[in-house]
């Protein structure tokens, strides 16, 4: 089950690309919307079980979050590495941490990838991808976050607008 759009929290631009999202493609499944800092370190820290170097792979401004893995190999469970990027996170000055993620600002969500059994979207996933593409206000719709299938659609900044 997934998030509803009142859930996700999102800024205007985001919850309007939602909701049209949503009446386009009614069995799309939103997964993450607006997130804090405890959120957002949880979120980092799942994907960076799969992959340790998943931080370095997605984030242009995640140096001090890879720093903080790289040097602590011991954080080997998704609490243990989620208490360490929140760590860092909050030693963060804000202008820093608004460049890591517009999930902060609730300019950006994601969904429930569509694929088949061969990596490739299904019919349905097609048809997500495309609209979520041709959304008002769109800045970027990813299909992978580093090495990971991640579908996100980020929206241009409510702050710099």
């Not at 340790?52 to 890879?66: E, F, K, N, V």
């Not at 903080?68 to 080997?76: G, K, L």
């Amino acid at each position: 089950m997934g998030l509803s759009i009142a859930q996700m929290k999102l800024s205007r631009i985001a919850r309007e690309g939602a909701e049209r999202l949503q009446a386009e493609c009614p069995w799309v499944v939103f997964t993450s919307g607006r997130r804090d800092l405890e959120d957002q370190a949880h979120a980092m820290a799942v994907n960076t079980m799969h992959d340790r170097q998943w931080i370095s792979q997605t984030y242009l401004h995640g140096q001090p979050l890879q720093r903080w893995v790289d040097a602590h190999p011991e954080a080997d469970s998704t609490e243990r590495l989620a208490e360490g990027l929140y760590t860092v996170m909050l030693a963060l000055p804000d202008a820093d941490i608004s460049k890591l993620s517009r999930h902060f600002t609730g300019d950006a969500f994601d969904v429930r990838p569509m694929q088949s059994e061969n990596g490739l979207p299904t019919l349905y996933g097609e048809k997500i991808i495309a609209a979520m593409r041709e959304l008002p206000g769109i800045d970027k719709v990813l299909l992978k976050e580093g090495r990971l299938v991640v579908w996100h659609a980020q929206f241009i900044s409510s702050v710099e607008v």
